[in-house]
């Protein structure tokens, strides 16, 4: 029953060869190329689809180069931005430090023409204190010699 079913799958729509073998072999080649072309076209369809997920991959790949060269570009111009404000604070900075020293001059200035009228006028009230001092004797004089004289012409 075997050799009966073997040379009947091996006999092709009724080949005439002993035993079948040829038309075996010629089913045999035909599923190889069969085989072939469909792997071929497997090889095919599985190069375009490579060649595909590769173009998408490579357009992938430019899109998010794209997008983190961008980041980049806004971090670069808001450090920039941070740099040009930070810069515009110091110069005003150093332009009240600059008006603070000189009101700290001026201020230095009356403080020392402050002190220098303060002991000016110190030395007026010493001088004023000693000329005070030394009339006194003098008003004591003359105030003794008008007693002297309203007496002296009163009784004469």
């Known amino acids: 029953a075997s050799s009966s079913s073997s040379s009947s799958y091996y006999s092709n729509g009724g080949g005439s060869t002993y035993g079948g073998i040829a038309a075996a072999s010629n ?70 430090v600059q008006q603070q020293g000189e009101v700290l001059e001026r201020v230095d200035s009356d403080v020392e023409a402050a002190q220098t009228h303060v002991q000016a006028g110190q030395d007026e009230i010493t001088t004023l204190y000693s000329l005070k001092r030394g009339n006194r004797a003098l008003i004591l004089k003359v105030f003794g010699l008008l007693l002297f004289l309203i007496c002296f012409l009163r009784f004469y």
């Not at 060269?69 to 930070?86: G, N, P, T, V």
């Open 27 to 96: 089913t045999m080649r035909q599923r190889k190329t069969n085989a072939a072309a469909s792997n071929n076209n497997n090889n095919t369809n599985s190069n375009n689809t490579s060649v595909v997920e590769q173009d998408q991959f490579l357009v992938v790949q430019q899109q998010q180069h794209q997008t983190q060269s961008r980041r980049r570009r806004q971090d670069a111009q808001q450090a920039e931005q941070a740099l040009h404000s930070i810069g515009q604070l110091f110069g005003k900075m150093s332009t009240l």
